[in-house]
């Protein structure tokens, strides 16, 4: 069946740090592939998206691309800050089902 | 557009009793989702509706567990009896096409004690 891999944490960066958040997935088909955010206390939100190979998906800074070859959606951003303090989920649908990774802590500190 | 509604935000409960969730989705999404996200990890799949229709329960502990779409717009799930394990957050999310994404409710946080 389909599945999600992340890289494990808790991931703590210091703030203007360079972060990646590594996903892998497993699917049958051609899935389209998203990354959301959990702040604290608060509800999943979607942070970006790319529904086909090489498309580069981006949002507050954060760029994904879609790679089929090594079948990954590694999160990246530049520059984080103290706001982005959060866990951050990579999922995968491939028919009607949103299948998530373990999601990953990330904690910036000031 | 308003987003997904859900209800209560926290519920806590002794093992055995019943509790029950409700669920708003956007308006006009046909497909909505129950997930049960525990502490650490991330969210499962517990029912996938499509209108009124259930499109799959495979992951739903059906002995205890049970969900309706009545008239295929709000939800409720139902723990009956519950357990220990049950704590956890209790997400609903509707969606009116896959490839645009999907839109998440706060959650419920049922702690069984």
């Known amino acids: 069946g389909d599945s999600v891999t992340q890289m494990e944490g808790p991931v703590t960066l210091s703030e203007e740090a360079f972060l990646t958040i590594n996903c892998t997935y497993t699917?049958?088909?051609?899935?389209?592939l998203f990354w959301y955010v959990q702040y604290p206390g608060e509800g999943l939100q979607l942070l970006l998206k790319?529904?086909?190979?090489?498309d580069k998906g981006s949002n507050k800074g954060f760029e994904a691309t879609y790679r089929k070859e090594t079948t990954s959606f590694h999160l990246e951003k530049g520059s984080v800050q103290v706001s982005d303090s959060a866990v951050y989920f990579c999922?995968?649908?491939?028919?009607?089902?949103?299948?998530f990774g373990e999601g990953t802590q990330l904690t910036v500190n000031p | 557009e308003a987003g997904v509604a859900q209800s209560p935000r926290y519920k806590i409960i002794e093992k055995r009793q019943s509790v029950a969730f409700w669920c708003n989705p956007i308006?006009?999404?046909?497909?909505l989702y129950w997930y049960q996200q525990i502490l650490g990890q991330g969210p499962k799949l517990l029912i996938q509706?499509?209108?009124?229709?259930?499109?799959?329960d495979s992951q739903l502990p059906k002995d205890r567990f049970s969900a309706e779409r009545l008239k295929g717009v709000d939800s409720t799930l139902k723990i009956q009896p519950a357990k220990l394990e049950d704590s956890a957050v209790y997400l609903c999310?509707?969606?009116?096409?896959?490839?645009?994404?999907?839109?998440f409710g706060s959650g419920t946080r049922l702690t069984v004690v």
């Open positions: 699917a049958t088909g051609y899935p389209s």
């Open positions: 790319a529904t086909k190979a090489d």
């Open positions: 999310a509707s969606s009116s096409n896959r490839v645009i994404g999907y839109t």
């Open positions: 509706f499509q209108n009124n229709g259930v499109v799959d």
């Open positions: 308006s006009g999404h046909a497909t």
């Open positions: 999922a995968l649908t491939s028919g009607s089902r949103l299948t």
